[in-house]
């Protein structure tokens, strides 16, 4: 697998993170806040709302900044396959933000996002987060269109929910059954529906 975690220090700088041992790559103290972002089914690390969220984000003081890039994985014409990567791959984000725990970082000073299938990945990151450190929550939660195919049948612990972290926050812009491709219900604290420019 060729994912990474990559931890920026200013927009185009970043060092990738060994996520069986992060401790060696970055000293957690020097921020109380981590914010983790993805991208979704064929897409990469340096999409262009990526790019964003790194410039803004890293202008935060107190923030370190990730961006999971699992391009490899999530470019396989097989959904169900990219599928069962973001799964191993939410496994090793587990482990990276549990070594951040373990070193200072508060659980409720956490965020995760991710884009489309990406949602999916950071829900299963959430729960294995959950079983790693005995039952502590993430803080924040935003599914961005978290994608719906597959998922939209699945009981809560396959699937983003709202029990993922303190607050769930799911932002819908393409809800519903296909041809929309994120899922159709409400499954956070709250739901933010925007409506689609896109023409149908």
């Known amino acids: 697998m060729t994912f990474s975690f990559r931890l920026y220090s200013e927009a185009g700088s970043f060092v990738k993170l060994d996520y069986f041992n ?14 983790v972002a993805t991208h979704g089914w064929h897409d990469s690390g340096t999409t262009g709302w990526l790019r964003d969220t790194v410039t803004k984000a890293t202008e935060l003081v107190d923030y370190h900044v990730i961006i999971l890039d699992w391009e490899g994985e999530a470019s396989s014409i097989n959904y169900v396959e990219s599928a069962q990567n973001a799964r191993v ?12 725990v373990q070193n200072g970082i508060k659980p409720e000073n956490i965020h995760i996002t991710g884009h489309s299938l990406g949602g999916q990945l950071m829900g299963f990151l959430a729960q294995r987060f959950q079983a790693v450190t005995g039952g502590k ?50 499954v956070g604290d709250a739901g933010i529906l925007k409506k689609s420019k896109k023409k149908v």
């Open 22 to 35: 992060p401790s060696a790559d970055v000293d957690w103290s020097l921020r109380s806040h981590i914010i």
């Open 89 to 100: 791959i939410a496994a090793a984000g587990a482990i990276l933000l549990s070594d951040a």
């Open 137 to 186: 929550r993430i803080g924040r939660f935003t599914p961005l269109d978290a994608a719906g195919p597959i998922f939209d049948e699945c009981p809560a612990e396959a699937r983003v929910d709202e029990t993922d972290a303190n607050y769930v926050d799911f932002i819908h812009t393409d809800s519903g059954r296909l041809p929309a491709l994120s899922m159709a219900a409400n």
